[in-house]
């Protein structure tokens, strides 16, 4: 009969669904002692997790990704949901998540803020049709790029050893309704947290949660946000303690990221074809010795989140499009310190190299002029980060 059941390909237990079992398990059955408890992604578990064997065994509490039972464990309690999932470099995911937070109503809500539906048009006819803003609509992003830099500057200053990620998740959501903004990832595609926070081998589409920055840490900052119509976004990577500085690999990728959006948006004017920002991405970082991951892409913004045009970060790819004056675009390249391809977790949203590398990335949203470009999320004087020089050994030459 063993045999016989190893044979046999798992079912999601989800009462609903036909797909075949992934990694995911229960975390509180493989306490309880009770196996076989399967599911094909967190999202199914969440839908149908009154059919989990756990409730078979007269265990009634609720979700237990989404907080602990106070029966079986203390709420100081994290795990790891995906305990058996082959990660590729040291990180680990704490859970339980927190609470889904929510904004008040009289602050505007995209489309997706309920079901979690962009609901965007994927007409063939539409896929390469770039938006050109009018005066009113570069001001309105002028407005919200403002408001995107003045949160990511507030997180950034919050991250630091001891703090978790789901700390800066809680200021960089309280930030967003003192601006009356709403944060564009919070449920966007159902992803849980309203911004994205991507630690050491993480790519990008960091879930925060309760794992505490460690000193030495390199940490990305995504932040998105609605205001009034439109849609901004911007990214930065930061060192955490003194240690992440002072470590030549860190300061390598990190460094190579911010110089490779530099290089990138001195490119952008009215003409430029945007397949060249990855010739010119891919260039630089190998001078660096580091790849540049390719399954991410820069992309249009205004007032949908993300659209035409798609802008690659490798060399030689295929971009349909140029510039002109009133586009509205990101550039973001993800570098890494090893190979370029990437895995993604169970949670379907997390990515991280595939060697467990550590990797870094900086974001701008752009606005193309008639002479050339304005950078609508730009750092300030006061903002926190900022380059780094290469550490230096004791003979006084660079590590």
């Not at 305990?83 to 937070?101: I, Q």
């Not at 992803?191 to 589409?205: A, G, L, Q, R, Y």
Request: aromatic share 8%; glycine share 6%; net charge positive.
């Amino acid at each position: 009969m063993a045999d016989e059941q190893s044979a046999t390909k798992k079912k999601c237990m989800g009462s609903d669904c036909d797909n075949d079992a992934g990694s995911l398990q229960c975390p509180t059955c493989l306490k309880l002692g009770i196996k076989d408890s399967f599911f094909c992604s967190q999202d199914c578990f969440k839908k149908n997790w009154v059919t989990c064997p756990r409730r078979k065994a007269g265990e009634t509490r609720t979700n237990c990704l989404t907080r602990p039972h106070t029966s079986l464990c203390t709420s100081s309690e994290t795990y790891n949901p995906f305990p058996t999932f082959p990660y590729t470099g040291p990180l680990r995911p704490v859970y339980p998540l927190s609470e889904h937070r929510t904004l008040p109503k009289s602050i505007p809500h995209p489309v997706w803020w309920q079901d979690g539906n962009p609901k965007y048009s994927r007409s063939l006819i539409n896929r390469n049709k770039i938006e050109i803003l009018d005066a009113a609509g570069q001001q309105a992003m002028r407005k919200s790029c403002k408001l995107a830099r003045e949160i990511l500057d507030i997180a950034a200053a919050a991250a630091k050893p001891g703090v978790t990620t789901d700390e800066i998740d809680r200021i960089v959501h309280e930030a967003c309704i003192e601006r009356k903004s709403y944060p564009s990832p919070l449920n966007y595609n159902h992803f849980p947290k309203s911004c994205c926070t991507s630690p050491n081998e993480v790519i990008c589409h960091g879930i925060p949660d309760k794992r505490p920055l460690v000193d030495g840490d390199i940490l990305n900052i995504d932040i998105s946000i609605y205001h009034e119509g439109y849609h901004a976004d911007l990214n930065e990577t930061y060192y955490i303690g003194d240690k992440a500085s002072a470590d030549p690999e860190n300061v390598r990728v990190v460094e190579a990221a911010r110089e490779c959006l530099e290089e990138s948006i001195k490119a952008v004017k009215p003409g430029v074809l945007f397949r060249e920002f990855g010739n010119i991405i891919e260039k630089h970082a190998k001078k660096k010795n580091c790849s540049v991951i390719r399954t991410y892409c820069g992309h249009g913004i205004n007032k949908l989140f993300h659209c035409p045009p798609n802008v690659p970060h490798y060399a030689k790819n295929k971009a349909v499009g140029e510039c002109k004056p009133g586009m509205t675009f990101t550039i973001e390249p993800m570098i890494a310190l090893g190979k370029y391809r990437d895995v993604t977790w169970p949670d379907n949203w997390t990515s991280t190299t595939i060697d467990g590398k550590r990797t870094a990335q900086f974001e701008h949203t752009l606005l193309v002029t008639e002479t050339g470009v304005e950078i609508l999320t730009a750092r300030t004087a006061n903002s926190p980060g900022g380059p780094v020089s290469l550490p230096t050994v004791e003979n006084g030459a660079s590590a």
